[in-house]
């Protein structure tokens, strides 16, 4: 045996490390553990393929994270490569293209969830990652004497068979449902902003397009005699096989949040649009999804007593712009480097010392920049403050570049230019909200 596959699991466990949920978050988790020689055990509650309600397109933000995983994202390998952002609203259209930066590719990229995310838990696979799917998390495992979670508990395979998994770390990839966290009494912060998206797959012939196209004027004309403008914003990304990926995304910082028919506020948006654009319902290739997103750090601490919060789980959408797979594999690969550190080191004191860095870490990474977009997301829930935002930022060119660097997090904190100074001195003032 090399030393290298000597296992430090104890008798009793499972692995050295339990994953629940292998979307971006978890799959990014399992990968890098995995390539550190650690046993993880990645547990699904469904089975590949599956389909998830997204709008499947990645900033170049998300797509480092792609690169960072050794995700070959080159056009040759399926990937559709976008150049920029295509802003409509206020009677303009404006063409941005992604900045030209240290950090980050100057392209985004759009594929399918229900290839994508099968794509990257076979990665977390070949790294070495043990994958059981059919495996329905249902809560977490306390030690009675420490409270420290253990393990988890399951439900596995098609009868639903009561399993338990034991591990002295389990990191909490569950989603915007966020069982485990709930079974240990970790509540989200009803301050900080939820949004909801809904989404719908046309046959179109925009379908190959070098811009994601994002609306920024959202109306609600349930009512024709009086229109409102909604806090929020449509989108339409080509998916460059014959479809278009076509939804919307609102803000809880809306009156209208939870009251609002977004399946039929879709359909009105879309019948506005040219029918030749064929985003009507005879050529619709599915159903309308929605889901949930958890912005701006709505669930803390990131990390407690075994048991840390990764990806939609922790609240790791943008507030901004409600991109979420980008950062969910940001947080994951954040996890995933203090937990490598922790096990390397003896329980007790040492190794929880580097578990709490992973907070520390989140907070360096995203901290400031998610309390600006907390206060942005509460100021364009006012429709009065959207439609004045609307009418007289498109129109400048210059301002919607820094706006666009904003909205997308996509500003070299160090050496960057003018417009990166701004930000980074804007994220710097941000109070906590």
Known sequence: MTTSSISRRKAGEDAEVIVVGAGPAGSTAATYLARA??????????????????????????????????VDTREEAGWLHNRGLRVVGGGVTLELDWPDLATFPPYGVVRPRQDFDEMLARTAQRAGARLLEQTTVTGAVTDDRTGRVVGVTAKAGPDKTPVTYRAPLVLACDGVSARLALSVGLDKIESRPMGV???????????????????????DRSDPANPVLLPGYGWIFGMGDGTVNVGLGILSTSKAFG??????????????????????????????????????????PHYRDGLLLVGDA??????????????AMESARIAAECVIQA???????????????????????????????????????????????????????????????????????????????????ATRMAPTV
């Open 37 to 70: 020689g650690l046993d993880v055990l990645l547990l699904e509650k469904s089975t590949f393929p599956r389909e998830k309600v997204c709008g499947d397109g990645l900033t170049p933000r998300g797509v480092k994270q792609l690169i960072d995983l050794g």
């Open 197 to 219: 998206a809904v989404r719908r797959y046309y046959a179109s012939p925009r379908s190959k397009d070098d811009y994601l196209e994002s609306h920024l004027e959202l109306w």
């Open 259 to 300: 009251s609002t028919d977004y399946r039929k506020l879709l359909t009105s948006w879309l019948d506005g649009t040219p029918e030749e654009w064929g985003f009507r319902e005879h050529n619709a290739t599915g159903k309308i999804g929605g889901a949930a997103l958890p912005m701006g750090f709505n669930r803390t």
């Open 314 to 327: 922790g609240g790791m959408v943008n507030p901004f712009n409600g991109e979420g797979i980008g950062y």
């Open 343 to 425: 096990l390397a080191r003896a329980e007790g004191p040492a190794r929880e010392k580097a578990l709490h860095g992973y907070p520390v870490a989140l907070q360096q990474a995203l901290g400031s920049y998610y309390r600006l977009g907390n206060i942005f997301s509460k100021l364009i829930g006012n429709p009065k403050v959207m439609a004045l935002a609307t009418k007289y930022g498109l129109p400048r060119q210059t301002l919607m570049k820094l706006v666009l660097k904003l909205l997308a997090g996509l500003y070299d904190p160090k050496d960057g230019d003018a417009f990166d100074k701004v930000i980074v001195a």
